[in-house]
């Protein structure tokens, strides 16, 4: 079974241009996580997607990060403009939740972003 | 609102020394709990969980993990360390009834001396 599937897999950018992350979720699976991970700050939950629909994003920095989730097999999480600070590994990452118990997060390998 | 805590930010330990890395969470009601294990420079990868049932939970690579539910705990446990288990450690909690969020601890840094 294919996992959660992110592009770039790395990507190197100057300061003040858009960035754009893509993310398919693992097929079947209802609910869609951001997370960004640097060594100052660990590991940070940005937005999270139930149904297609933002449950919390009081984890997206500021107004320049946005995400949007389309369908239930894409999501997009965009930077405009890139600052130095957003340099970070993005992780996606999904699961099948609906009330049951026993639901397990699976993550992607992540995007590697480098602001320069 | 939930946390997770972990006791420890960085622990090192020689080839064959047992393992035991804290996690407490704060949640009154049913919880899920996990182990994700992040190898350097990979992604988070699943340990073990916790659902329901016997509180001693067996995991790969001869991790395990125990729930107290009285201590809101659920150490993660290994016998003896190997040098490939050399990563760094989350613990995450998922509650049932509060939203459908997962909440990761801080992670603790494991290295192991060869």
């Known amino acids: 079974d294919a996992g959660v599937i992110q592009s770039p897999r790395h990507e190197v950018t100057e300061m003040g241009q858009e960035v754009t992350l893509r993310c398919k979720p693992i097929s079947g699976h209802n609910s869609l996580f951001w997370y960004r991970q640097t060594m100052m700050r660990g590991l940070e939950l940005l937005i999270y997607?139930?149904?297609?629909?933002?449950?919390?994003d009081s984890g997206m920095p500021e107004d320049r990060f946005s995400a949007k989730m389309p369908n239930a097999s894409f999501s997009t999480l965009k930077i405009q403009p890139s600052e130095p600070r957003d340099s970070a590994v993005y992780f996606c990452?999904?699961?099948?939740?609906?009330?049951?118990?026993?639901?397990?997060?699976?993550f992607g390998e992540g995007s590697w972003l480098t602001v320069v | 609102a939930q946390s997770v805590s972990q006791h420890n930010h960085h622990v090192i330990l020689s080839e064959a020394a047992s393992l035991e890395l804290g996690c407490n969470y704060s949640?009154?009601?049913?919880?899920?709990l996990f182990w994700y294990v992040q190898y350097p420079g990979q992604h988070l990868q699943l340990l073990l969980k916790?659902?329901?049932?016997?509180?001693l939970v067996k995991g790969i690579k001869g991790f395990e993990a125990e729930f107290i539910k009285s201590k809101f705990s659920f150490n993660l446990r290994k016998p003896s360390v190997q040098w490939s288990d050399t990563a760094e450690y989350f613990c995450?909690?998922?509650?049932?009834?509060?939203?459908?969020?997962?909440?990761f601890g801080p992670g603790t840094r494991l290295s192991v001396l060869p």
């Open positions: 990452a999904s699961s099948q939740q609906g009330g049951r118990p026993g639901n397990t997060i699976y």
């Open positions: 997607f139930n149904n297609n629909v933002p449950i919390d």
């Open positions: 949640y009154g009601g049913t919880v899920n």
């Open positions: 995450a909690v998922n509650a049932n009834n509060y939203g459908q969020n997962f909440v």
């Open positions: 916790y659902f329901s049932g016997d509180p």
